[in-house]
T-cell receptor
């Protein structure tokens, strides 16, 4: 089983739609969770961290469920510029054993 | 401005040749990482280093080697033992905050192709 799993998509939705991505992780010792956005052949950019209480940044909402080892990202009122690959990222371990593991990404295409 | 510099942007390797990808950071970060990305795929961890003179294998370390002689530098060598090296390589470092407040910084990547 992969340490971090995501639905690969692609998701193809109309502009203005709401879309949700899910991600599961296998290591219960994982400490920190993030969503990154990556455009083709570019480095990933931080979209938002994911906190236990859930957090919102404009049209984006992130949730964490430690009991189920599951995080989610919700995008409301999607824009054409939201088209990208969304990567779930998990930071696991301490000190010299600290690893940062990426999910395989979910591709999102927003159509006019 | 602080950041991570990867070079070269494009690199071509001949059969049986070792090549080295450069990664330099001036962010004073202890932890650095190398990832490989294949087309349409996510990032896979090759090697990571938490402190100078120490590094660990990631999930796909075979055919690669690294060194961490200086805090600022974490070069990756793709050896001739790596039979399928064509990919996009990303170097990253992380700030120390923790508790979900740490932040990954990425270089702009190196595209490696086999001639």
């Amino acid at each position: 089983r992969k340490e971090v799993e995501q639905d690969p998509g692609p998701f193809n939705v109309p502009e203005g739609a709401t879309v949700a991505f899910n991600c599961t992780y296998s290591n219960s010792a994982s400490q920190s969770f993030f969503w990154y956005r990556q455009d083709c052949r570019k480095e990933p950019k931080l979209l938002m961290s994911v906190y236990s209480s859930g957090n919102e940044d404009g049209r984006f909402t992130a949730q964490l469920n430690r009991a189920s080892q599951y995080i989610s990202l919700l995008i409301r009122d999607s824009k054409l510029s939201d088209s990208a690959t969304y990567l779930c990222v998990v930071h696991t371990g301490y000190s010299s054993a600290s690893k940062i593991i990426f999910g395989s990404g979910t591709r999102l295409s927003i159509r006019p | 401005d602080g950041g991570i510099t990867q070079s070269p942007k494009y690199l071509f390797r001949k059969e049986g040749q070792n090549v080295t990808l450069s990664c330099e950071q001036n962010l004073n970060h202890d932890a650095m990482y190398w990832y490989r990305q294949d087309p349409g795929q996510g990032l896979r961890l090759i090697y990571y280093s938490q402190i100078v003179n120490d590094f660990q294998k990631g999930d796909i370390a075979e055919g690669y080697s690294v060194s961490r002689e200086k805090k600022e530098s974490f070069p990756l060598t793709v050896t001739s033992a790596q039979k399928n090296p064509t990919a996009f390589y990303l170097c990253a470092s992380i700030s120390e905050a923790g508790q979900g407040r740490e932040k990954l910084f990425f270089g702009s990547g190196t595209q490696l192709s086999v001639l």
